[in-house]
T-cell receptor
Framework: GAVVSQHPSRVICKSGTSVKIECRSL??????MFWYRQFPKQSLMLMAT?????????EQGVEKDKFLINHASLTLSTLTVTSAHPEDSSFYIC?????????????FGDGTRLSIL | GQNIDQPTEMTATEGAIVQINCTYQ??????LFWYQQHAGEAPTFLSY??LDGLEEKGRFSSFLSRSKGYSYLLLKELQMKDSASYLC??????????WGAGTKLIIKP
C-alpha cells in the first residue's frame, strides 16, 4: 500500500536551533501534503496545506515565517521550524494525498517528536 | 462553522463490542473517515464511508447516515491492542479533512 516516510522521528535540540522535517511519499505522487501538530492528549491540529509547486496555505494562528514549508516535488515536502523555542516542542505529523480523490484516504507519516531544551 | 462531535472517552471489556459515535456539521460532504491512533504514534486509516449504510472490514465496521450527519465505528471481539484513540474526520466540499477531537477507548481485561 501507499507509504509516507517522515524523518527524523525524534529531535532534541537547544533553543534557537532551526529544525527541518522531511516528508516523502514513497509509492505515489502526493499533490497535496498536510502538516499537523499534536500536543499531548490533544487532537490533531492542522498547521498548513501545501500543493506541489505553490505556496503553502497556513491555518489561522500559525506563523508562516516560523514554520517554513516547501513542497518542491510530488514526493517531498519539508517543514522547517525556525529558531525553535520550548513552546514549539510537540509531535509533528505529515500527511499526503495523491491525485485521485474520492475514497482515497490521507496517508500519514510516523511523526516527528520535537523537544526543544 | 464546521463541527465534528465524538465522545471524549469510552471504556469496554476485552471480547465485547463497542460503538463509537460521530456527528458532524460541515460545509459539504465528500466522505467520512475513521482513523486509529495509538499513543505517541501517527494515525492509521481504518475505514471510509461516502454512501449511507454499513461498511464491514473484519472486526471493524463503520456506518453512515448522511441525512442525520451521523456515523459510528463498531469494534467487535475487542482486544487489548484496540486500546487507542479513534478519530472521525469528514472531507468537506473543498476536500479538506475536518477532524474530530478523537475518542479514547480503554479496554479492560
Amino acid at each position: 500500500g501507499a507509504v509516507v516516510s517522515q524523518h527524523p522521528s525524534r529531535v532534541i535540540c537547544k533553543s534557537g536551533t532551526s529544525v527541518k522535517i522531511e516528508c516523502r511519499s514513497l509509492d505515489f505522487q502526493a499533490t497535496t501534503m498536510f502538516w499537523y501538530r499534536q500536543f499531548p492528549k490533544q487532537s490533531l491540529m492542522l498547521m498548513a496545506t501545501s500543493n506541489e509547486g505553490s505556496k503553502a496555505t497556513y491555518e489561522q494562528g500559525v506563523e508562516k515565517d516560523k514554520f517554513l514549508i516547501n513542497h518542491a516535488s510530488l514526493t517531498l515536502s519539508t517543514l522547517t521550524v525556525t529558531s525553535a523555542h520550548p513552546e514549539d516542542s510537540s509531535f509533528y505529523i505529515c500527511s499526503a494525498l495523491g491525485r485521485v480523490l474520492g475514497n482515497q484516504p490521507q496517508h500519514f507519516g510516523d511523526g516527528t517528536r520535537l523537544s526543544i531544551l | 462553522g464546521q463541527n465534528i462531535d465524538q465522545p471524549t472517552e469510552m471504556t469496554a471489556t476485552e471480547g465485547a463490542i463497542v460503538q463509537i459515535n460521530c456527528t458532524y456539521q460541515t460545509s459539504g460532504f465528500n466522505g467520512l473517515f475513521w482513523y486509529q491512533q495509538h499513543a505517541g504514534e501517527a494515525p492509521t486509516f481504518l475505514s471510509y464511508n461516502v454512501l449511507d449504510g454499513l461498511e464491514e472490514k473484519g472486526r471493524f465496521s463503520s456506518f453512515l447516515s448522511r441525512s442525520k450527519g451521523y456515523s459510528y465505528l463498531l469494534l467487535k471481539e475487542l482486544q487489548m491492542k484496540d486500546s487507542a484513540s479513534y478519530l472521525c474526520a469528514v472531507r468537506d466540499s473543498n476536500y479538506q479533512l475536518i477532524w474530530g477531537a478523537g475518542t479514547k477507548l480503554i479496554i479492560k481485561p
